[in-house]
């Protein structure tokens, strides 16, 4: 194990609500993303990591410990459960290795601090309240570079989290018009409003778009935030290059949920099951390390793991659900593991088993006491399971469950064993079930109208 003095700076910049395929080391025709794509050329990037829970808390609180929300226990976002105290956070460990640890985040403080537990093991938490339509990203690496030079010279660990591009997308000057090509989207903005237009005319009011009819401005908006962030990270690791100790530092970039487009009849928010919210970027850069793409698949419960390996964490008194990187990284092994199971539970509720080629996603419709859990829109979910075959259906588009019953059962059958086993290890009932939906339809709609 490395002495404390000669441990990496470890810098883990998490950019909230980022699609991978809208930047264009992922392929995005558009130009949102130089700084990331520069570093992308100098990192291992994952083309197959996905999140085991979304949206925000469930996501973070899996990439801090290594554990499925199955496993921890958070499953929504702003919930009443709270995180146990025997479980230990990413920081707390890289304490114990001497690393000064110190976030840029606003986890903690979020929903009257019903994240509390995100502030654990720093030394110092800079917290924020999200505020959309300003040029927050710009502070925030004000405030991480001012961390970087107080605390030079000590092994640091500094956690970034950026907001932009979440809703209410609305991308400062020249941003905001950077990637607009008007009327160029695939569809009309009535035909999204039209699916519930209480919902999306409420929605859409709330982001303050200049060009509220035009579908293709809203996208604008969505990657204008991401150029915004861009820019940032550019900053950031420029001057990291520039104090001279970018040799000695584990940058990780990753995003914690993606966004709909349109998948599953979703648009602009994160929920569903889907690829287009499961899949997260994931970058990392390693000194020394040969640079390039892996697509096996990877969950963010490998990523405390993997640090593990990389820095020598203490051992934990409990398993961890997720496993290191590593063996892809030397060779040793083409997959760690068979599978992805993602949750969700926020606004509504969900599981999700991804393999490379195949997807099945499960609604969970009703709770522990046999109260209906309702849709997205606050209406009678069906229960009835979807599956895909991924390499021939990329987007999720033709539901084979009628036509391939027996492929059906054996991804539910694997899905119903696992939830069985963390029943069994865990010793509470299914989470989802016992803690039901944290902001369904009705309490969502309040928030957004208040803001209006």
């Given amino acids: 194990m490395p002495e404390p003095t000669n441990q990496p700076d470890i810098v883990v910049v998490a950019i909230d609500t980022l699609r991978p395929d809208h930047l264009g080391c992922y392929g995005y025709p558009k130009a949102t993303s130089p700084e990331i794509d520069a570093l992308a050329t100098e990192s291992i990037v994952f083309d197959r990591a996905f999140a085991a829970g979304i949206p925000t808390m469930p996501s973070f609180t899996t990439l801090f410990t290594g554990l499925h929300p199955y496993r921890h226990g958070i499953v929504a976002h702003l919930s009443k459960r709270r995180l146990a ?31 509390s537990w995100f502030a654990r093991g720093y030394d110092y938490y800079s917290g924020f309240v999200y505020k959309p339509f300003a040029d927050q990203s710009k502070q925030l690496t004000d405030r991480a570079l001012s961390l970087i030079q107080e605390y030079s010279g000590n092994p640091l660990f500094l956690f970034m989290h ?14 905001d018009m950077l990637h607009y090509e008007p009327n160029s989207g695939p569809i009309d903005i009535a035909e999204v409003r039209s699916i519930y ?62 966004e709909c487009f349109g998948e599953g009849g979703f648009y602009f928010d994160h929920h569903g099951l889907y690829d287009a919210v499961t899949h997260i970027a994931l970058m990392l850069r390693l000194p020394g390390q040969q640079t390039r793409r892996i697509g096996a698949l990877v969950s963010t419960e ?23 990187i590593m063996p892809l990284l030397n060779d040793t092994s083409e997959a760690i593991r068979p599978h992805v199971i993602s949750a969700e539970s926020t606004r ?16 969970i419709v009703d709770d522990t006491q046999g109260q209906p859990l309702p849709d997205f829109y606050g209406r009678q979910r069906s229960a009835d399971p979807l599956l895909f075959h991924l390499r021939s259906d990329p987007g999720e588009q033709r539901n084979l469950s009628d036509n391939l019953p027996d492929k059906l059962a054996e991804m539910l059958t694997i899905l119903a064993d696992w939830r069985t086993e963390m029943a069994r290890i865990t010793g509470e009932p299914d989470p989802i079930q016992s803690q039901g939906l944290t902001l369904p339809y009705s309490q969502f709609m309040e928030r957004v109208l208040a803001r209006r």
């Fill in 348 to 363: 509504q509720a969900s599981l999700a088993l991804r393999m490379l080629d195949w997807k099945v996603i499960l609604p």
């Fill in 85 to 115: 105290e025997r479980i230990l956070f990413l920081p707390q460990l890289l304490k114990q290795r001497g690393y000064i640890t110190a976030a840029c985040d606003n986890l903690a403080v979020q929903g009257n601090g019903r994240g």
């Fill in 197 to 258: 237009p209480e919902y999306y005319d409420a929605l859409l009011d709330d982001m303050k778009l200049r060009y509220p009819d035009d579908y293709a401005y809203v996208v604008a908006q969505y990657d204008g935030e991401i150029s915004q962030v861009d820019a940032q990270v550019g900053r950031l690791t420029r001057v990291l290059k520039a104090r001279g100790n970018w040799d000695n530092t584990i940058f990780l970039l990753l995003s914690d949920h993606g």
């Fill in 302 to 324: 490998d990523i405390l793991p993997t640090l593990s390996d990389l820095v020598g964490l203490p051992a934990l008194p409990y398993p961890l659900t997720g496993t290191s």
């Fill in 162 to 175: 950026y907001w932009e591009p979440h809703t209410p997308y609305g991308p400062q000057p020249p941003y």
